[in-house]
């Protein structure tokens, strides 16, 4: 048996070595997922992020009479039949918590430039809102508020809105503000793209230390013209937004292409896989990742229908599979650190501030939930309490491996709902992360074995 990750922070600390209780039945956790691999069995801990590799004769043992491989239990693979796993990951994450260093420092900025936008997805979120934008004003408040509560650490802001670029003399002008105090910071963002020339592509790169920019295609040419329904009518926006896409590229910023997938473009979208192939092969500054919209289509009934909802998964399977063969599909890594928020809405370190100056904690409530504004130090410890709330536990929580890196919260607008064929999806993509992490230790331990013989 061969320890690829240890335990990891703070299971060591926490967990002692659990031992073998005699008359008890033992069965594997229910965060242990399984690999096969050429050299036996790999198993991975969702909870404590341990990973082991057994040869295929302890393999044979695990299925077979687990017991008479002690370190399993020792490490907690294997638990007594009776043991709850949901209370003990709880309890750990709670402990973890408590264990984290708290600063009080701000860190992570989500800055909404504007509400308005120059695309009419017929998806936005933000359909029927007021269009605001960020005055000059606010601005420097804002550059303000995030120099008074850094507290001297590199901070992070992703743009947002609305379309970020719609306003973008407010994104130069945090910036230079920053600059001006010595704050240390990188910024992403999330736009459609559109507006991106040389100038502003060069002003990102120099002055925003812009790093990454996520941009949404819908489809192929006329499936994507469609569904943007852009303000302008003179231009082919699809192969403006592709011809931006290959500015950022080369200015080094990296562009995440995000694919929402649902009925109405599901086939299409395959056809949009091939394309980008075409486009962008060989690139190393584009990644590719797809997003099922769902209930975030109103009145969208697939969710619902589960013949439907398996149709849009079997096409995201096949489309991701195309995209990994592209080397264009965005990975995801395996994770090593326990998971104690779901995001920036329960993160002590993140806040959003929308265009008017309020401060909330997460980009979907730009209208109300704030929490503060930036021109007073008061918080609203209820709304802030608000946000961490959690939904009641489903019948699948019970047995469900990726229970340890699921928060549910009450106010996230995401899916309440889960389904067996996002479980399946997760586990799929899960196992695909143990494997490419094992194959990059393999890789790891022979260049020590090659840098050992020189």
Wanted: charged fraction near 30%; proline fraction near 3%.
């Amino acid at each position: 048996m061969q320890t690829i990750y240890q335990t990891a922070k703070p299971f060591d600390q926490l967990l002692k070595k659990q031992m073998m209780a005699a008359g008890q039945t033992y069965r594997p956790m229910y965060y242990v997922v399984e690999q096969p691999v050429e050299e036996g069995l790999l198993l991975y801990h969702t909870m404590t992020k341990a990973m082991l590799l057994l040869t295929p004769e302890e393999a044979e043992t695990y299925r077979t009479s687990p017991t008479a491989l002690p370190q399993l239990v020792e490490q907690w693979f294997l638990v007594p039949e009776s043991h709850d796993d949901r209370l003990l990951s709880r309890q750990i994450r709670d402990v973890a918590r408590m264990l984290e260093k708290k600063t009080g420092a701000i860190t992570s900025y989500t800055i909404l430039t504007t509400t308005d936008c120059n695309a009419r997805c017929f998806y936005c979120y933000e359909l029927g809102r007021p269009r605001v934008p960020m005055s000059e004003e606010t601005a420097i408040k804002t550059a303000d508020y995030i120099i008074n509560h850094c507290k001297g650490e590199k901070v992070s802001i992703h743009w947002f809105g609305g379309e970020p670029l719609y306003n973008k003399p407010v994104i130069s002008q945090i910036c230079q503000r920053l600059k001006d105090a010595g704050i240390q910071y990188a910024s992403t963002m999330t736009s459609n793209g559109y507006l991106f020339d040389d100038s502003i592509v060069t002003e990102a790169k120099e002055e925003w230390r812009l790093e990454k920019v996520q941009i949404t295609l819908d489809g192929t040419e006329q499936t994507y013209n469609r569904c943007k329904a852009y303000i302008y009518k003179d231009v082919n926006a699809f192969r403006r937004v592709i011809g931006n896409i290959h500015k950022l590229q080369d200015a080094g910023i990296h562009v995440s292409i995000r694919l929402n997938i649902d009925m109405h473009n599901a086939e299409n979208l395959s056809e949009l896989a091939d394309e980008l192939h075409r486009e962008f092969n060989d690139s190393k500054g584009i990644s590719v990742y797809i997003h099922a919209l769902f209930e975030e289509v109103k009145g969208s009934k697939a969710i619902h229908d589960e013949e439907k909802r398996k149709f849009v998964f079997d096409q995201i399977n096949d489309i991701e599979s195309r995209l990994a063969d592209y080397g264009l599909l965005k990975p995801r890594q395996l994770k090593r650190e326990v998971k104690t928020n779901r995001c920036m809405a329960d993160n002590d370190h993140s806040v959003v501030i929308v265009p008017d100056g309020h401060i909330g904690k997460c980009e979907h409530y730009s209208e109300d939930h704030f929490v503060g504004h930036i021109g007073q130090e008061e918080w609203d410890a209820q709304m802030l309490d608000h946000f961490r709330d959690t939904r009641d536990e489903i019948t699948a929580c019970a047995t469900c491996f990726n229970y340890p890196d699921c928060i549910r919260l009450k106010l996230c607008k995401d899916n309440p709902n889960c389904y067996q064929e996002e479980r399946e999806h997760k586990h799929s993509k899960l196992r695909q992360s143990i494997l490419r992490a094992f194959n990059n230790y393999k890789d790891q331990q022979e260049e020590k074995q090659d840098e050992a013989q020189d």
